[in-house]
């Protein structure tokens, strides 16, 4: 996801099955048709089935809360619609997903965003440098990276505890690996608390020109935030080269 004026931004998605029998991993990208640079893009990671990731891409697209000037107040918002979104799912059946999702929206005349996650998606926000700060062809730096809910986390360890629960192997009850998800509903029965569905959120101004990675555990356990990046940069500088050489060509209807 790239940013370029108030009101538009260039994105793509890819997705790739593993090695399991079905696909249960879905995306989440929704735009607004009012013109007002609002929008909604995420990747949900499911495990036991897919419905969570379903359900969950379905809400978070046709969803997209009232922003106000009140960071705080958008924020319940939008934790309201992942509890919202994981009561619906605990109702349908025992899967889970992992969520990654970056709202957009302007105020004001400028981008602002709220990076928001539960589990092991992640979520990169790169920014671009100033041209005084540029070395060796390094345009973009590592502005953000999301934490992932993980079980042997300190603060996620002890919520676990505190709610019936146990970390056994790095797992939750010896059985989930993300400590924050959608559903998993016999987890949830069992061990009431010990895994949870809020996310986590980042609010954060986004400039002309940055870039939002959204990734699975898939991706981001196989690409280091380090090699991400200057990749980024490699393909950003092999784009600007390119533009170079439309810009010099003459129009050949002039």
């Known amino acids: 996801l790239q940013g370029m004026d108030k009101s538009n931004f260039a994105w793509g998605l890819a997705a790739c099955q593993g090695r399991r029998q079905y696909m249960e991993d879905r995306h989440a990208a929704h735009i607004s048709n009012n013109n007002d640079g609002h929008a909604v893009f995420g990747i949900l990671d499911g495990h036991a089935g897919s419905r969570a990731a379903d359900e969950g891409a379905h809400a978070f697209c046709s969803s997209f ?27 349908q059946d025992k899967s889970g997903s992992t969520v990654a999702l970056v709202y957009l929206h302007t105020y004001c005349g400028r981008r602002y965003a709220y ?15 100033a041209d005084d ?54 987890i949830k029965r069992t061990s009431p608390g010990a895994v949870i569905a809020e996310p986590d959120i980042e609010h954060c101004l ?7 990675l959204i ?39 002039e």
């Open 65 to 91: 809360p009232p922003f106000s000037d009140d960071v705080e107040d958008n924020k319940q918002k939008i934790k309201k619609i992942f509890a919202d979104t994981d009561e619906t799912i605990m109702k």
């Open 115 to 129: 990076l928001s996650w539960l589990g092991d998606s992640r979520i990169m926000h790169c920014s671009k440098a």
């Open 133 to 186: 700060k540029i070395e060796n062809g390094t345009t973009y730096y590592n502005y953000f990276t999301s934490v992932d809910h993980k079980p042997l986390l300190t603060q996620e360890r002890i919520r676990i505890e505190n709610n019936k629960g146990s970390v056994i192997n790095g797992r939750v009850n010896g059985n989930l690996a993300v400590s924050r998800a959608l559903g998993d509903r016999d």
């Open 206 to 212: 986004v400039c002309k020109n940055d870039i939002i």
């Open 215 to 253: 990734a699975s555990d898939g991706f981001w356990d196989m690409v280091t935030p380090e090699v991400a990046l200057t990749r980024i940069n490699i393909l950003i500088s092999m784009f600007e080269k390119d533009d170079a050489v439309d810009n010099a060509i003459p129009n050949s209807h």
